[in-house]
């Protein structure tokens, strides 16, 4: 059964740094570029980073550019999202999703950010 | 960047009655590289459609898209309980892939 599993949410003050995690199985990570999506709380999607099958390439939202560090490891199936410097703005349901380029076949459950002092 | 409006905000039917809704881009979309996503309270986004009509896997054949250019649309022939949710539109076209706000179809 393909499954992508997020981990790693949790509460953190303004300015402070969060990683989540992102575990891939019933695929071939290396086949495919995972991109992140987040949802703040009663609002639509927003896509936040996209990262190529080998990692060779990143792309970024201009909300989270330079904040944000995106990666993978695909001989543990995982990619990782680095969340330095957060906002109050950032806090949202954060999704992996598999990409077929910038289209997003297979979703994972989302795991919640919430940045508060 | 392609911005995607979706219309309405907000739709209210009936159990059994065709729900449509409409995505419209700001510039035409390539190769009617235009997909829906469902998602239902408290879950994930799923894909419904992409290519602008080709149904994902396991997808019941009461959803459809059509469209092309600039002006998509999807439509439920006949909503069952489990349709009521929030849809968007994406486009994956030209880098960043962009969504609609989204309508959402409640029972009325």
């Known amino acids: 059964q393909e499954q992508l599993v997020e981990s790693g949410g949790g509460v953190v003050r303004p300015g402070r740094s969060l990683r989540l995690s992102c575990a891939a199985s019933?695929?071939?990570?290396?086949?495919?570029?995972i991109h992140w999506v987040r949802q703040a709380p009663g609002k639509g999607l927003e896509w936040v980073t996209f990262?190529?099958?080998?990692?060779?390439?990143?792309y970024y939202a201009d909300s989270v550019k330079g904040r944000f560090s995106i990666s993978r490891d695909n001989s543990k199936n995982m990619v990782y999202l680095q969340m330095n410097n957060l906002r109050a703005e950032d806090t949202a349901v954060y999704y992996c999703?598999?990409?077929?380029?910038?289209?997003?076949?297979?979703w994972g459950q989302g795991t919640l950010v919430t940045v508060s002092s | 960047e392609i911005v995607l409006t979706q219309s309405p905000g907000t739709l209210s039917l009936s159990p059994g009655e065709r729900a449509t809704l409409s995505c419209r881009a700001s510039?035409?979309?390539?190769?009617?590289?235009l997909a829906w996503y469902q998602q239902k309270p408290g879950q994930a986004p799923r894909l419904l459609i992409f290519g602008a009509s080709n149904r994902a896997t396991g997808i019941p054949v009461r959803f459809s898209g059509s469209g092309s250019g600039t002006d998509f649309t999807l439509t439920i022939s006949r909503l069952e309980p489990e349709d009521f949710a929030v849809y968007y539109c994406q486009q994956y076209d030209s880098s960043p892939g962009t969504f609609g706000q989204g309508t959402k179809v409640e029972i009325k």
């Open positions: 510039q035409s979309v390539g190769s009617t590289y």
């Open positions: 019933g695929f071939i990570l290396s086949s495919y570029g």
């Open positions: 999703a598999r990409g077929r380029g910038w289209l997003l076949d297979l």
């Open positions: 990262i190529w099958y080998d990692g060779s390439n990143d």
